[in-house]
């Protein structure tokens, strides 16, 4: 029962999603055309939403679901490693036509071909699982 919410914000989302179109595939090449400021738009929008809550979150104790404080650890950055990853998310993006999110907004769209992606996606993430201990970080 406590997870229902959380269930209720996916489901929100994947409206907010779909209604946004930024589903959409005609969106998406639109954005890696630079022929359209929409997705732009979009995801700097969720960039200035993500600083505040971040700022929120550091600000003020917020806690998880099970009551652990939320807490932000600093981080050796590595321009070469985020370059890396950004560029194999982007060429993922590209390639698929959808990010994360989206996936499973598509599929419950009925996209269920975008079911080969999610499981392309969760295996990638399984080889980066196994290998992470051999990769520079």
């Known amino acids: 029962m406590k997870l229902i919410k959380f269930l209720l914000i996916g489901i929100l989302f994947g ?67 985020y370059l890396f990853g950004g560029i194999i998310f982007g060429l993922g993006w590209a390639l698929s036509g959808a990010c994360p999110g989206p996936m499973y907004t598509l599929v419950g769209n009925g996209f269920t071909v975008f079911l080969v992606v999610i499981a392309s996606a969760l295996l990638g993430t399984l080889c980066y699982g196994l290998l992470r201990k051999h990769l520079p970080h």
């Open 15 to 81: 409206i907010i999603m779909t209604k946004s179109e930024v589903i959409s595939w005609y969106r998406i090449q639109e954005m890696f055309r630079f022929q359209s400021f929409h997705m732009y738009g979009i995801i700097g929008s969720a960039l200035v939403i993500g600083l505040i809550a971040t700022f929120f979150f550091k600000r003020n104790a917020i806690r998880d679901i099970e009551g652990n404080l939320i807490a932000f650890r600093d981080k050796n950055y590595s321009i070469p490693r």
